[in-house]
């Protein structure tokens, strides 16, 4: 053993100098320019959200109960969907994967020591902040109820609510999300270490670039119509206000156009995440690396020409809606390129079920009926029929949170030993996978079948016909408040119970998995030796240290075909 | 299991003239949905199976691409989404095209009722077509954007201020089928509910849920006062029925989104600048400039009814209100 | 947005084992010069990209409204004069050359070339402002403003207090007359706020702090200009207007006892010139009041004076009619309010740019600048560039419609 050439598994350095121990003291967080400490910051902001968003929905579930007013009002009830879509879009998913996972480890999946611009990154972060104060603060006066499209021009004229403070916590956060964007392209281009090539690139790394272009390029449009909102509230602008001679639907496709590309910053790094999970758990490098690589980038662009899909019904002309529906399916090709070639990856691999696995498999399980019932939406007759009904919001919570939350809280489970040094229940973080994957299901399918009969959304009464569907989908909701509960729980025990956490507990090649658990504060003592990430046989279980270690530099297990001969 | 089954059955009955093909439709995708739903899932679970980890033993070796198989699973889909492009799009071309002939209805949305106006001068709350005659509605919205939405004939169609939007359905059974607004437009976006009342056009087809033919609805409803026969405050409460009044003002004396109708006829009530006489007058303004005196305790919500409530019906509801005191 | 730059200066002690970390200037997370430059010039463009497309969409707003109200650009068009805006441009494109000089300047290491032209840069943005705050004064006297400023908060149907509002027109007034004395406050309060510099610059020199006297010097530059630019401005408004104001005034004096109504609409420019003689000691006073509202908002002055055309554009919204007989468009002022928020939002960017330049100029004072190290001039100076770009489609797309 050459500890000095393993970073990986030396266990000569104490842990004293991981980037969690390095220093101490409140400010040396608050003030701190290390990505992962922002990452991690960023990781407990969104959670935070996350979790006060999905106590919202449980309180709109339990309302739904009964088709007549139950516990809360009517207009308590607008807020509480208005608020619960806001704080889950803009505070929670949009920052929650490239903020808390891609910080963590983006840099380190490169191979760099930090972001590009560390400055920039920490001033994300507390825009972030600002911009949920924004939020907390429309949440504490007058609350919101405009939903969170802020549709024009009820969120000018009629709603007597804050509308301007959430519009500029809105806007706030789409800097906070810019400069995350920028920080990621940046540090892509630049910082990537000799031998880092682009086709060297782990997929999550490609998946957080392709997003990070859709953050630059769509997010200033909606700043610039959330500002053109606030000042038609306040004074009167005109452009969307019919009775001035403006448009309203103009506000639509403003909006749509920065908040459709906004789904696939959503949904982009949770497929990359998948495309990790899927080959580490199964041992084999990834199928179709370049297919996957490119389809990020094809639905990252084709995402911009498909917004009018959201107002099919919006009394836009036919000839453009026509367009926009066929541009619609050209998008759904590159997703269905990505469930493929994880199919491929797991044929003939080696899989194992830990707890990251299980996330990705109900991803897998989850996004194609999130993907498949978008056909439905995407065909022009069925779709005037299913706009605005509980099929729409079925369908977005099967791609948003059936994806994008099942990938993340995957990815939580999978880089958490390289976070925090500390391993969790092997048993109770399948238990909860479990549970969130029946919950799920059980939540979300009957507001298909209830949306196929005509259940409008956004409906505070409803006729007792959809009583049923609602009854189950309310069981389902709080039995994943209480899966997801449980995954918090078995995470957060962990950092008191679990046992210290090896440098690469799982097997996989990419470069994280290089340094030591948690990971010291310029990541690499040294600069990493960059390979193919995907090549899971350059890693093998060393009993020794409890992880798997690299089999090129392990001197007992010479690798032939690694080594030539009489170099 | 009969019920059972109707539980799962997606849709609510086909009663347009386009509700057959969209079902057509949708079940396309739906089998074609579910077959590469089952594949999927049924690889997956497979090949979880079949390549479990066996601790020490390394999986055997196997390609990490294959561009031919690539191009396949790429192309097919491809096609399969042109098809479903190609079938929903003369779907909906169809239900944006209508016939030359129609008989043309006017909607106006507002927070939160409709109002139907038709060629006679009938106005009501509730939408009457005639059976098996190509409909075209013209809408337009008082305040914020509404949609109107009848599941039961498969179409929508928002209603933005400040332009006309159109519509257009057969229906195909006599009957009544619900109306909702689906674009959230405040407050009270989901007591946007009416129904949709499909009248026989002859005698014979008149059933018990709808026992008039829509030339006898139409004649009574272009009349509410019919001719003087019926005691004005009777054809006050039809007047306040027409226009849905009772989204907002209660007869029972208790607060909505505007006053009630019954207690204060005869007294001074507050208003936002001070008092006033609740009498006929007070009450003709608060239908033609509602926002003149506002109530104490309410907001300015009430659109005006000027041109659209004539001046005997506004007698009628005076009339009405007067005797429900 | 200056952000885009990260030199650390804590960073040395970190690592010993090379040059590039013993550089003042280099921040420790990269391994060379470079790579650093390389970064920062990356993130400065993708910066202006956000930038573009954060315009962009003000620029799809106008796109729409003029395809569907092209006579209501043609005809506001004309109240926005081409000659200040044509001298705003030359303006720009001149810094715009200062500021590429000054980048060259740093690549050669003329430090003191560079800070020349960041002095001529920053005097020229000011000169810009300084336009700016007479024509959007003028504007708000003649209350050519946003299309809400008239209406109501009941005539939009908006149920609460939010809309902004201009009040109630009074009697027409001499414009010229009010204009000036506004501008004249406004110049007043630029002279008062000259203290700023005065009293920054003598701290500065009391305890010899080079980076407190050159801020004092970018202020004054700063507003040394602004005066200059509302000078300036005024006498090209004179010597374009000349006529004008003489026929003014003849009508002035011959009618000078007529009382037109109060808001009556669809007068012609002239007709304006009439002013109610028992009113004018009042007005006097009101328009001294205005004047100190105005220096203290530039914007948004809540001005007295009826417009003469614009009047009544605002009776807008599908159910009413447009009673006015003259030729006014409905809508017109959709017009402006595409125009304030557009030159509104670039003059925000002109403020941002100024205080990049001043922050350039204290380092440049303090020698931080050298060949090898020039990346901030150079990101201000792409930065500076677009600013000039977007105002060099601005002004056509504003100012030259119908011309």
């Not at chain 1, 448009?247 to 908040?259: C, E």
């Not at chain 2, 077959?35 to 079949?50: L, P, Q, S």
């Not at chain 2, 690539?70 to 097919?76: G, K, L, Y």
């Not at chain 3, 006015?324 to 017109?332: I, L, M, Q, V």
Request: charged fraction near 15%.
């Amino acid at each position: 053993m050459t500890s000095h050439v393993m970073p990986a598994h030396s266990d000569s350095h104490s842990s004293a100098d991981n980037y969690l121990t390095a220093s101490k003291g409140f400010l040396s967080w608050a003030m701190t320019l290390d990505h992962k400490r922002i990452g991690l910051m960023y990781l407990i902001g969104t959670m935070t959200a996350m979790f006060i968003g999905g106590f919202l929905a449980l309180l709109l579930r339990a309302e739904h109960l009964s088709g007549t007013p139950g516990f809360v009002s009517h207009d308590t009830y607008n807020q509480l969907f208005t608020l619960h879509g806001a704080i889950m879009v803009f505070l929670f998913i949009i920052p929650s994967i490239p903020g808390a996972l891609g910080n963590f480890i983006l840099p380190v999946m490169l191979g760099a020591k930090d972001v590009a611009f560390p400055r920039m990154n920490l001033c994300s972060f507390y825009l972030w902040v600002f911009g949920a104060i924004f939020f907390v603060g429309a949440l504490l006066t007058t609350g919101l109820d405009t939903g969170w499209t802020f549709y024009t021009p009820y969120s000018t004229n009629t709603s007597q609510t804050n509308v301007v403070l959430a519009t500029l916590g809105a806007f706030i956060l789409g800097f906070s999300s810019i400069f995350t964007g920028l920080n990621f392209i940046v540090t892509i281009h630049t910082m990537r270490p000799p031998g880092m090539t682009w086709f060297r690139m782990p997929l999550f790394l490609w998946s957080l670039y392709a997003t990070a272009i859709i953050q630059v390029l769509a997010t200033p449009v909606l700043g610039i119509t959330l500002l053109l909102l606030a000042a038609e509230r306040m004074f009167g602008l005109g452009i969307f206000d019919p009775k001035l001679g403006g448009d309203p639907v103009l506000y639509q496709h403003f909006f749509w156009f920065y908040s459709h590309p906004a789904v696939y910053i959503m949904i982009l790094p949770g497929m990359g995440i998948i495309s990790e999970l899927i080959s580490t758990f199964s041992r084999k490098a990834i199928f179709g690396y370049r297919f996957i690589a490119f389809s990020s980038m094809a639905i990252a662009l084709l995402g911009f020409l498909v917004w009018g899909h959201h107002m099919f019904a919006s009394g836009q002309s036919e000839m453009v809606t026509i367009i926009f529906s066929a541009l619609t399916f050209s998008v759904s090709i590159p997703s269905a390129i990505k469930v493929f070639n994880w199919l491929a990856t797991m044929y003939k691999g080696s899989i194992v079920l830990a707890t990251p696995m299980c996330y990705a498999l109900s991803f897998l399980f989850l996004f194609t009926i999130g993907g498949l019932t978008g056909l439905f939406l995407g065909a022009l007759a069925t779709d005037i029929h299913l706009h605005d009904t509980y099929f729409v919001v079925a369908h977005f919570h099967y791609v948003m949170m059936g994806g994008t939350l099942v990938a993340f809280v995957g990815g939580l489970f999978y880089w958490w030993p390289k976070m925090t040094g500390k391993m969790y229940n092997e048993f109770w973080g399948q238990i909860s996978a479990l549970i969130v994957f029946v919950a799920f299901n059980l939540t979300f399918f009957p507001q298909f079948v209830m949306g196929s009969r005509g259940m409008p959304r956004r409906y505070y009464n409803y006729l007792p016909e959809f009583q049923v569907y609602h009854v189950l989908s309310t069981i389902g909701a709080f039995l994943l408040g209480f899966g997801l509960l449980l995954a918090a729980i078995v995470l957060i025990t962990s950092l008191f119970k679990g046992r210290k956490a090896p440098a690469n507990p799982w097997g996989a090649a990419t470069l994280e998995w290089q340094c030591s658990s948690p990971p010291p504060l310029a990541n690499f003592e040294k600069t990493p030796t960059v390979g193919n990430p995907y090549d899971m046989q350059s890693v093998v279980w060393d009993p020794d240290t409890e992880s798997f270690v690299r089999r090129g530099e392990v001197p007992i297990v010479p690798d032939e075909s690694e080594q030539p001969a009489h170099a | 299991m009969e019920t059972f089954r109707n539980l799962l059955d997606p849709f609510p009955s086909q009663q347009s003239t386009f509700a057959a093909n969209v079902d057509a439709i949708y079940y396309f995708i739906f089998w074609l949905s579910t077959f590469f739903f089952v594949v999927i899932v049924a690889m997956m679970c497979y090949f979880v199976v079949k390549y479990r980890r066996v601790e020490g033993q390394e999986p055997e070796k196997s390609p990490s691409h294959n561009t031919p198989l690539e191009v396949t699973w790429s192309v097919i889909p491809g096609i399969l989404v042109l098809g479903i492009f190609w079938w929903g799009f003369t779907g909906y071309v169809d239900m944006r095209s209508p016939p030359a002939e129609t008989y043309d209805i006017n909607v106006t949305a507002q927070m939160w009722s409709w109002q139907f106006k038709y060629g006679t001068g009938a106005v009501d709350a509730e939408l009457h077509v005639p059976v098996g005659t190509p409909v075209r509605l013209i809408m337009q919205s008082k305040d914020v954007i509404h949609s109107l939405f009848v599941p039961a004939f498969r179409v929508k169609q928002d209603v933005v201020p400040g332009r006309y939007s159109g519509l257009w359905f057969e229906a195909k059974e006599v009957g009544t089928f619900d109306l909702f607004c689906t674009e959230y437009c405040g407050q009270k976006h989901s007591d946007m509910i009416t129904k949709v009342v499909v009248h026989a056009t002859d005698e014979e087809n008149v059933t018990e849920e709808v026992p008039q033919t829509f030339d006898q609805w139409l004649e009574v409803a272009s009349d509410p006062l019919e001719g003087g026969r019926i005691p004005l405050e009777d054809a006050g409460k039809k007047v306040v029925g027409m226009f849905g009044c009772l989204q907002c003002h209660s007869i029972d004396g208790s607060k909505k989104v505007g006053p009630s109708f019954k207690g204060h006829f005869g007294q001074q009530v507050e208003t936002r600048d001070g008092s006033v006489l609740m009498d006929e007058n007070y009450i003709r303004e608060s239908i033609l400039e509602p926002n003149a005196k506002i109530r104490q305790g309410y907001d300015p919500k009430m659109p005006s009814f000027k041109g659209a409530m004539k001046d005997e019906w506004i007698d009628a509801v005076i009339a009405y209100i007067k005797s429900i005191q | 947005m200056a952000t885009a730059v990260e030199p650390h200066d804590e960073h040395q002690t970190d690592h010993g084992h090379d040059d590039w970390h013993h550089k003042p200037f280099s921040a420790h997370h990269f391994d060379n010069a470079e790579q650093q430059f390389d970064s920062g010039k990356l993130g400065m463009w993708l910066f202006l990209v956000t930038e573009v497309l954060f315009f962009s969409g003000l620029f799809c707003a106008y796109a729409v409204y003029r395809a569907n109200h092209p006579e209501v650009f043609i005809y506001a068009s004309q109240f926005l004069d081409k000659y200040l805006g044509g001298m705003n441009t030359i303006v720009l494109i001149f810094s715009s050359l200062t500021m590429a000089w000054g980048v060259r300047c740093a690549q050669l290491g003329q430090n003191r070339g560079l800070i020349i032209m960041l002095g001529i840069t920053l005097f020229c943005a000011a000169l810009f402002l300084g336009v700016k705050t007479f024509e959007y004064t003028e504007k708000a006297h003649k209350r050519l403003l946003w299309a809400g400023a008239f209406a109501s908060a009941e005539e939009l149907g908006k149920t609460g207090s939010q809309v902004f509002k201009v009040g109630e027109p009074l009697p027409k007034a001499e414009f010229e007359d009010r204009v000036m004395s506004s501008l004249g406050t406004i110049t007043k309060y630029w002279v008062f706020a000259l203290a700023i510099p005065v009293i920054i610059g003598g701290i500065g020199f009391g305890v010899k702090s080079r980076p407190a006297l050159t801020v004092a010097a970018s202020f004054l530059i700063s507003i040394v200009a602004i005066i200059i630019g509302i000078q300036v401005s005024i006498a090209i408004h004179h010597a374009q207007h000349s006529g004008d104001h003489s026929a003014a005034h003849a009508a002035h004096d011959g009618e000078e006892h007529d009382e037109t109504e109060h808001g009556e609409h669809g007068l012609a420019v002239k007709e304006d010139a009439e002013h109610a003689d028992d009113h004018a000691h009042d007005q006097k006073e009101a328009i001294d009041e205005a004047a100190a509202v105005a220096a203290s908002k530039q914007e948004t002055i809540a001005g007295e004076a009826m417009d003469p055309v614009l009047g009544d554009m605002t009776s807008a919204g599908p159910t009413v009619d447009d009673k006015s007989d003259h030729d006014a468009p409905r809508n017109a002022n959709i017009f402006f309010s595409i125009y304030y928020f557009m030159t509104g939002l670039h003059a925000f960017h002109i403020i941002c740019g100024m205080i990049a330049i001043s922050w350039l100029m204290v380092r440049a004072v303090e020698n931080h600048f050298r060949p090898d190290y020039f990346g901030p001039v150079d990101f201000v100076g792409l930065y500076w560039h677009i600013v000039d770009l977007i105002w060099i489609y601005l002004f056509p797309l504003l100012y030259l419609i119908g011309h």
